[in-house]
């Protein structure tokens, strides 16, 4: 397919801000897609691959900007220059090749299959000569590029898109286009991608019209899968009227979930983000061969950190380095290492147990978890329709330093990526959110060089809105914690704005806040303003789709409004 086809329909998707009338467009689009184009279906999302892969194109702006410079002979310093002035890397890459255009003449006809193949080629590349061979790699896409072509290869380089598109518009966008938008099939859809994370996939069997051959699709051992969300109460009560009695009551540890995969004697690990981590937990991996039978399975579990000395729990933000550790493996392991909370089973020994009961399933893992202490664990638990007993739970769950408890419906099926009533959340109320940094502000004095102000955004639909601004809670060196130096290292390539002290990024780095109080502000877009946020820890296993949502903001706006008036 050319690529051009694809660049009109980015640039139609965002000529509007509706979302119905983007479904409208790319439903149009997909009706016409043959089978052999459907990996254009990853670079709707910006992506290259299914989101399960890992692969990602992960390019800096520098590179791009030296590889807009060779393809249109303009200077490096003057392509800097008109970022700066323009603030968006793609419509400069539009602009100096519109201005080449005029002088050139020569046409190649650049197809998706290219732009695919060479954009493959950048995760793969290592070693020596690496940045020269992705750099002509891009210049040969750009090279051939039309404007409007340069504009969105160069966004999706640099993972800025811009077009407003989500898995969910492409799904609604699918029910549209082969099944005449029949409410009753969305679901269906949606389980279909959340089980196998692959949109093509999907797609092949949706164009076909095959309602029924979706629900055939199957979890596959050694591909993530995404993980069961759960749901907030605020008390036992509220919890047994979501969940019904009996129910399973499980302590809420304070790590960070684990997917487990194993296949004979192949052992994979992955986040909620379905990033594979075995290689971080070399201890994790030698758990599961000990101490749980079965040739193959996959397991839910959250993994706790504790103190090797003192064997006292730690909260998730100590053991956090741990998952984007590349070097030094086994010394951060003797340091911090991790215990494994098993709570769920999701294949076993060749057979999928989704559609399986809570109930089942958590016997199936208690039957084949060996209990080690410290190392691996099936999940404290306790089966009750006792409010009293319960509540007594609860209250020791606190009391052995974990966050809360789980309440778990015993018939439910595992719904992966829904966060449906079949499991619920209840910790005592804290005030605390997960955010993304969207901006920040360059410090002056002794901080100048470093960013030492972030603006954090919550989530709204497509969008990220402002919401505050945070400067405490993080160290001034950088061995001592999260240090402002560290985080404006991970700012500086994400950064699409710059204006005097103020940058704008891309909405990449999910951190966790605690609050004093929420207030009404007409500063912040998204209408609300945290008094006294304090950074407590980054979140690299939480994706975009999971931090705080406006509504929750509103809804624990209005509770605290209630806890004022009645508390
Ligand atoms: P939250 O991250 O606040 O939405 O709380 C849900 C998370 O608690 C899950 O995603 C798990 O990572 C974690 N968790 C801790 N203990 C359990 C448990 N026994 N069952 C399920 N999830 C748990």
């Known amino acids: ?215 055939k699709l199957k979890v596959e051992i050694g591909k993530p899968i995404k993980v069961m969300l759960a749901q907030k109460a605020k008390t036992i009560k509220e919890g047994f009227e979501i969940v019904g009695k009996p129910a399973a009551l499980e302590y809420k540890y304070d790590g960070f979930r684990l997917l487990i995969h194993k296949k004979g004697n192949d052992v994979a690990l992955f986040t909620r983000r379905l990033e594979n981590v075995t290689k971080q937990f070399p201890e994790v991996v030698d758990y599961i061969k000990k101490y749980v039978k079965g040739d193959s399975f996959i397991l839910d579990s959250e993994a706790v950190g504790f103190d090797s000395k003192t064997k006292e729990y730690k909260p998730f933000q100590s053991i956090s380095q741990r998952i984007k550790r590349k070097y030094d493996i086994e010394k951060i392991q003797n340091e911090l290492p991790v215990e494994l909370n098993i709570f769920d089973i999701l294949f076993y020994n060749g057979k999928s147990l989704l559609e399986e009961s809570f109930a089942k399933r958590s016997k199936l893992v208690r039957e084949i978890v060996k209990n080690q202490p410290y190392k691996i664990i099936s999940s404290k638990q306790i089966i009750t329709d006792d409010e009293k007993k319960a509540e007594a739970f609860y209250k020791q769950a606190l009391k052995d330093n974990q966050e809360g408890v789980m309440m778990k419906n015993l018939d439910a099926p595992y719904d992966p990526g829904k966060r449906v009533g079949n499991m619920i959340k209840i910790k005592p109320e804290e005030r605390d959110f997960d955010l993304v940094i969207t901006g920040g502000e360059y410090g002056t004095g002794k901080r100048s060089g470093w960013i030492s102000s972030f603006i954090l955004s919550c989530r709204s639909g497509d969008k990220f809105l402002e919401i505050g601004k945070v400067g405490t809670g993080f160290k001034e060196k950088k061995d001592e914690g999260v240090s402002f130096e560290e985080l404006t290292e991970k700012i500086k390539p994400l950064i699409t704005e710059e204006k005097g002290k103020e940058v704008k990024i891309k909405p990449k780095i999910v951190v966790a806040v605690t609050y004093q109080e929420i207030q009404k502000s007409p500063t912040y877009s998204s209408g609300f303003a945290l008094r006294f946020p304090r950074f407590t820890a980054l979140r690299p296993d939480k994706p975009l789709s999971e931090i705080t949502s406006l509504k929750e903001v509103e809804k624990d706006f209005e509770n605290q409004k209630r806890n004022w008036q009645y508390g």
């Open 1 to 215: 397919m050319r690529y051009l086809k694809l660049a009109e329909l980015y640039e139609s998707l965002s000529s509007t801000t509706k979302r119905l009338e983007k479904t409208d467009i790319l439903s149009k689009f997909l009706k016409e897609l043959s089978e052999s184009d459907r990996d254009v279906l990853y670079l709707l999302l910006g992506d290259i691959y299914p989101e399960y892969n890992e692969k990602k194109i992960g390019i800096s702006n520098q590179l791009v900007i030296k590889a807009i410079s060779k393809a249109t002979g303009v200077n490096s310093d003057k392509v800097v220059s008109e970022w700066k002035s323009i603030g968006d890397l793609g419509k400069v890459a539009e602009k100096l090749t519109k201005n080449k255009k005029q002088i050139t003449l020569q046409s190649h006809i650049l197809t998706t299959e290219k732009v695919l193949e060479n954009m493959r080629k950048l995760p793969e590349l290592e070693g020596k000569g690496t940045v020269d061979k992705k750099i002509s790699l891009i210049t040969e896409l750009l090279t051939s590029a039309s404007p409007v072509e340069s504009l969105y290869i160069v966004r999706t380089l640099i993972g800025d898109l811009r077009i407003g598109i989500k898995e969910s518009t492409i799904r609604d966008a699918m029910l549209n286009a082969f099944f005449e938008g029949r409410k009753e099939f969305a679901e269906k859809i949606q389980d279909a991608i959340n089980k196998t994370n692959d949109l093509a996939e999907v797609f092949d069997i949706v164009k076909k019209r095959k309602i029924g051959e979706l629900s």
